[in-house]
């Protein structure tokens, strides 16, 4: 197992590139899936490393509850024990573990809410409450997906606008963003080096949204100026995990790119781009990432039915 048990920490740092040039060259929509998958895996890989590095850790606490011959000296000798390493695995994991599940708790509580708020109101895909404060996103769930926007914010807005605001909350339904989002967040705490791949996702996914709204209306200036305008006056969304028209994060961007050509559909970038390179390193460290958890897994379940055979 060696030194290849800490590299699903680090090997997050590999995707940093293909994050933003994801946002700039490929499509939204390729670039969700693309980014989302690498998080992913990759949360999962070095959540698994640090749950091997903890259960060496605490096999060396004096008193530990796991059984005995897991602190034999043929074990640690076995594993790439590092008293250090092994002890700060341990608050580490619990961290994640507690982050996560507190990211999920907030998450289902803010969905709840929305949906108990929306309980007296006729059962229409588009809910329109009497708010002086301007906002819409997308509430997934409960016995149907839903719109919600304010009528200050359609106030905000002209009728094309207010069709191109539709359209993109109904294209976050349709497409299940919210899973991307949450799927995202909770990889971002289970390791920070997946952070920048979190933001990009943010994007994305408002973006994959911009690009399905401009088809529906057929007008990309129309949702460009319904972006704009809802962005001077939007509060955002109750939870981060819930996608909404002016979401928070790099407005103006997503309004040039509306201006600018449609962006072309590619299952997965040329080696020979920038992008590519940038894909084909991502992709090469989640495999080296996954292969080393898998292999210290392996190794360590080994090791440790070996210690307490049944």
């Excluded at 996702?201 to 200036?221: K, L, M, P």
């Amino acid at each position: 197992m060696g030194v290849f048990v800490f590299l699903p920490l680090v090997l997050p740092l590999t995707a940093w590139p293909i994050a933003r040039l994801a946002e700039q060259r490929l499509h939204p929509r390729t670039a969700t899936r693309l980014l989302t998958g690498l998080a992913v895996v990759m949360a999962v890989c070095s959540t698994v490393c640090l749950g091997l590095l903890m259960v060496v850790g605490t096999a060396q606490l004096p008193g530990n509850p796991l059984p005995d011959a897991w602190s034999d000296p043929e074990v640690r000798e076995a594993v790439p024990y590092d008293e250090v390493a092994g002890r700060l695995a341990i608050p580490a994991l619990l961290a994640v573990l507690l982050t996560c599940s507190r990211t999920l708790w907030q998450h289902g509580r803010v969905r709840r809410r929305a949906h108990r708020a929306l309980a007296g109101l006729p059962g229409t895909q588009v809910a329109v409450l009497p708010d002086e404060a301007p906002y819409a996103y997308a509430l997934p769930g409960g016995r149907r997906d839903r719109v919600i926007v304010t009528t200050a914010m359609l106030s905000c807005l002209e009728p094309a606008e207010r069709r191109a605001l539709f359209a993109h909350e109904r294209a976050h339904l349709a497409a299940r963003h919210h899973r991307f989002l949450l799927a995202v967040q909770l990889a971002a705490r289970a390791n920070p080096f997946l952070r920048p791949l979190c933001t990009a996702v943010f994007y994305t996914t408002e973006r994959w949204a911009d690009e399905e709204a401009a088809q529906t209306v057929g007008s990309r200036r129309a949702v460009a100026c319904a972006i704009g305008k809802a962005a001077l006056v939007s509060r955002g969304t109750p939870a981060p995990t819930l996608a909404g028209f002016a979401a928070p994060g790099p407005v103006p961007r997503r309004v040039a790119a509306l201006l600018g050509p449609e962006p072309a559909l590619r299952s997965w970038p040329s080696v020979f781009t920038s992008v590519g390179l940038a894909a084909w390193g991502a992709a090469a460290g989640t495999a080296v990432s996954a292969l080393s958890s898998a292999n210290s897994a392996v190794t360590m379940v080994l090791i440790l039915h070996a210690a307490t055979p049944l």
